[in-house]
C-alpha cells in the first residue's frame, strides 16, 4: 500500500484548480523620445502654410467678387485706385499677406517714376531759358513728353498691375519672364536717364553739371532732383526685381523654370506651323 504523500496522482481532481492570477501584468515602463524635426521639414511646413495662405486669399477675393456682381451685376470688381479718382481696380488684400510687400513695392515704383518723369519734363521745358546748355532743347522736350505721356502708363499696366495680378493669381512661367524684362528694361531705362546724355531726353547728371557750369543754379537745382529721382526710382526696381525673383525661384514654377520654358517654346512651334 503505497504512501499518498508520495503519490501526487492519489489526491488530484480535474475539477479543482489552483487559484490564478487574472490581473493584467504591468508592462515595464518605457522611456518616449519625440522625433525632432528637421529644417527641411520646417521649410515644408512654412511653405505649405504660405500656400494656404495665398489660397484663403484667393477665395476672400472670388467672394467680394461674386457678392459685387450680384449687387451691381459686374463681373469685374469696380476700380478703387487712386482713392480721390478710381481709375483701376487694385486691392492689396487679395493678395496673400505674405506677398502684399511686393504689391506695394510694385505700386510706390511706379509712383515714383510718375514724380521722377514729371520732374524731368518740367526740367526740359526750363531748358528754353538756357538755350546754350543744350544744342536741341526742343528735342529733350519732345522725348520727355513722350516719356511722361505714353511710357509711364504703359508702365503702370506692364509692370505694376501685372506684378499685383501675378501675386493674386497663379499665371505661368512666362507670366513671371515678362514682368522680369519689363522691370530689367525699366532699371536699365531709368539709370541711363539718370546719366543726362544729351539726346536721351532727360536732364540728368551731365545736364546738370552744364548747368551749374553755365551759372543757371535754378534750374540747376531742378536737375538735382531729376538725378536723385531718377537714381532712386532705379534702385527701387532693382530692389523689386530682386526680391520678386528669389520668391519665383522657390515657388514649383520657379523650380521647374527650364522644363516649363520648353514646352511652352514647344507648343508654340507646334502652333506656329500647323
Given at each position: 500500500?503505497?504512501?499518498p504523500?508520495?503519490n501526487?496522482?492519489?489526491?488530484?481532481?480535474?475539477?479543482?484548480?489552483?487559484?490564478?492570477d487574472?490581473?493584467?501584468?504591468?508592462?515595464?515602463?518605457?522611456?518616449?523620445?519625440p522625433?525632432?524635426?528637421?529644417?527641411?521639414?520646417?521649410?515644408?511646413?512654412?511653405?505649405?502654410e504660405?500656400?494656404?495662405?495665398?489660397?484663403?486669399?484667393?477665395?476672400?477675393?472670388?467672394?467680394?467678387q461674386?457678392?459685387?456682381?450680384?449687387?451691381?451685376?459686374?463681373?469685374?470688381?469696380?476700380?478703387?485706385?487712386?482713392?480721390?479718382?478710381?481709375?483701376?481696380?487694385?486691392?492689396?488684400?487679395?493678395?496673400?499677406?505674405?506677398?502684399?510687400?511686393?504689391?506695394?513695392?510694385?505700386m510706390?515704383?511706379?509712383?515714383?517714376?510718375?514724380?521722377?518723369?514729371?520732374?524731368?519734363?518740367?526740367c526740359?521745358?526750363?531748358?528754353?531759358?538756357?538755350?546754350?546748355?543744350?544744342?536741341?532743347?526742343?528735342?529733350?522736350?519732345?522725348?520727355?513728353?513722350?516719356?511722361?505721356?505714353?511710357?509711364?502708363?504703359l508702365?503702370?499696366?506692364?509692370?505694376?498691375?501685372?506684378?499685383?495680378?501675378?501675386?493674386?493669381?497663379?499665371?505661368s512661367s512666362?507670366?513671371?519672364?515678362?514682368?522680369?524684362?519689363?522691370?530689367?528694361?525699366?532699371?536699365?531705362?531709368?539709370?541711363?536717364?539718370?546719366?543726362?546724355?544729351?539726346?536721351?531726353?532727360?536732364?540728368?547728371?551731365?545736364?546738370?553739371?552744364?548747368?551749374?557750369?553755365?551759372?543757371?543754379?535754378?534750374?540747376?537745382?531742378?536737375?538735382?532732383?531729376?538725378?536723385?529721382?531718377?537714381?532712386?526710382?532705379?534702385?527701387?526696381?532693382?530692389?523689386?526685381?530682386?526680391?520678386?525673383?528669389?520668391?519665383?525661384k522657390?515657388?514649383?514654377?520657379?523650380?521647374?523654370?527650364?522644363?516649363?520654358?520648353?514646352?511652352s517654346l514647344?507648343?508654340?512651334?507646334?502652333?506656329?506651323?500647323?
Amino acid at each position: 500500500m503505497t504512501d499518498p504523500e508520495s503519490n501526487p496522482l492519489e489526491n488530484y481532481s480535474p475539477f479543482e484548480h489552483p487559484e490564478q492570477d487574472t490581473r493584467p501584468k504591468k508592462l515595464p515602463s518605457r522611456s518616449y523620445t519625440p522625433t525632432p524635426v528637421s529644417e527641411d521639414d520646417d521649410e515644408e511646413i512654412r511653405a505649405y502654410e504660405q500656400r494656404l495662405n495665398v489660397l484663403e486669399s484667393r477665395l476672400n477675393a472670388q467672394e467680394t467678387q461674386l457678392a459685387v456682381a450680384q449687387e451691381s451685376g459686374l463681373i469685374e470688381p469696380p476700380a478703387n485706385w487712386p482713392k480721390f479718382y478710381p481709375l483701376v481696380h487694385f486691392d492689396v488684400e487679395e493678395v496673400a499677406p505674405a506677398l502684399q510687400s511686393y504689391a506695394h513695392q510694385a505700386m510706390f515704383s511706379w509712383c515714383m517714376m510718375v514724380i521722377s518723369f514729371t520732374l524731368n519734363w518740367l526740367c526740359c521745358l526750363t531748358l528754353l531759358k538756357a538755350g546754350d546748355v543744350s544744342t536741341s532743347p526742343g528735342s529733350k522736350i519732345a522725348l520727355s513728353s513722350l516719356y511722361l505721356f505714353v511710357i509711364v502708363p504703359l508702365a503702370l499696366d506692364l509692370a505694376a498691375l501685372s506684378i499685383y495680378r501675378a501675386l493674386k493669381d497663379d499665371p505661368s512661367s512666362f507670366t513671371y519672364l515678362k514682368i522680369f524684362a519689363t522691370l530689367g528694361f525699366a532699371m536699365a531705362f531709368e539709370g541711363t536717364l539718370s546719366l543726362g546724355l544729351d539726346s536721351s531726353g532727360s536732364c540728368g547728371l551731365i545736364t546738370m553739371l552744364t548747368l551749374y557750369e553755365k551759372g543757371y543754379w535754378i534750374i540747376g537745382f531742378i536737375a538735382i532732383l531729376v538725378t536723385a529721382s531718377f537714381s532712386y526710382t532705379t534702385y527701387l526696381h532693382y530692389k523689386l526685381l530682386v526680391g520678386l525673383w528669389k520668391y519665383y525661384k522657390g515657388t514649383e514654377q520657379g523650380s521647374s523654370l527650364e522644363t516649363d520654358v520648353k514646352k511652352s517654346l514647344a507648343v508654340m512651334v507646334v502652333e506656329a506651323l500647323k
